[in-house]
């Protein structure tokens, strides 16, 4: 298979803080991950003042009284210190990306030219937002579809294909369940395969569960991406730290991917080079369970079936019965005769 695409999403567990992300930079790039990602947002510009936190902001809050949009603007980075981050991830050369949120951010984020533009869940039915994706040559497009029906995935594929212009080899559908941390009865892998024979993209999982479980398995039923969220410790503060896998729990599960994406093979069943030398020892051969002398028959009396397997294949052993001996074979002896 394919290599899979593994984004380590830090989103904004650096809270607030430009030399946490950094740090961050600094212990990602000892994983064999592809890209590090992160949020960019001026909170002004796409949460109202009355919009209420989720219950797991609440929890994970420093402040429980605080309203959503003072908790984002609490955890957000400035535009300069993303040009900032942009530029360290450049100097040591880890893949730069990170997710708009409002029409400012996503006009801003155009100047780091990235490889791929998401799209947050909660942002798939907004057009504007969607009409606003800048277009550059190499772009492609991740949609992550928490809280999303099929009808308003079609409608979103639709509007970027019929009014954007984005071709549909560059749109990737993220499963995803928006539940931090999600329920494994709820993480509904099986949609993988609903999206991909539905919507005929490349197929990717966004990874809100405690575990990695369910991103392993997802890599098994053919998500090309995954995307998993990041802390250095869960306990910390901050809406997404205790809905994250720890970097060293991370870097184990970026490992095991690697290892599923060399173990899932081509799906021709063939003969692998690593068993071929254990074929002729664990398969079985037509042998003389006694003394056999030339000319006499062969028999059910005087043949078996016995390692090692490199000798005539125990399929031939009803179509030698009574055919002549070429030769005197001692027990145990492979026996070589034309059928």
């Known amino acids: 298979m394919k290599k899979v695409t593994i984004i380590a999403e830090i989103g904004p567990n650096h809270n607030g803080d430009l030399k946490i992300a950094k740090k961050y930079v600094d212990r990602i790039k000892k994983t064999d991950v592809d890209y590090i990602k992160f949020q960019t947002s001026i909170p002004n510009d796409h949460i109202s003042f009355y919009a209420k936190k989720a219950k797991y902001q609440t929890e994970n809050a420093y402040n429980k009284k605080e309203t959503q949009l003072q908790m984002a603007k609490n955890i957000s980075l400035k535009f300069s210190e993303f040009e900032d981050l942009y530029n360290y991830c450049k100097k040591k050369k880890l893949k730069f990306l990170t997710t708009a949120f409002g029409l400012k951010s996503l006009l801003f984020i155009k100047k780091f ?147 599923l994406e060399l173990s899932i093979g081509s799906g021709v069943k063939k003969v692998e080079k690593s068993e071929e030398q254990n074929k002729k020892i664990a398969r079985n051969s037509l042998v003389a369970s006694k003394k056999i002398n030339k000319d006499e028959k062969f028999s059910k009396s005087n043949i078996t079936i016995k390692r090692p397997g490199n000798g005539m294949s125990p399929k031939f052993y009803t179509k030698i019965i009574g055919k002549k001996s070429n030769k005197i074979y001692m027990p145990d002896q492979l026996i070589k005769i034309k059928v």
Request: hydrophobic share 35%.
């Open 113 to 259: 030219n990235m490889d791929y533009i998401k799209v947050p869940s909660g942002e798939i039915n907004n057009f504007e937002y969607l009409k606003n994706i800048p277009i550059q040559k190499k772009t492609k497009i991740l949609i992550s579809t928490g809280m999303s029906t099929m009808k308003e995935i079609s409608e979103a594929i639709n509007f970027l294909i019929k009014k954007k212009g984005f071709k549909r080899q560059k749109i990737i559908l993220m499963q995803c369940t928006s539940s931090y941390p999600t329920p494994y009865n709820d993480a509904n892998l099986s949609a993988i395969y609903s999206l991909k024979k539905k919507f005929n993209t490349k197929i990717g999982y966004s990874d809100h569960t405690l575990g990695s479980e369910c991103a392993l398995a997802a890599v098994g039923m053919g998500a090309e991406y995954i995307e998993k969220h990041v802390t250095f410790d869960n306990k910390l503060r901050g809406p997404d730290h205790k809905a994250s896998l720890t970097i060293d729990k991370f870097e184990i599960m970026v490992n095991q991917i690697r290892n």
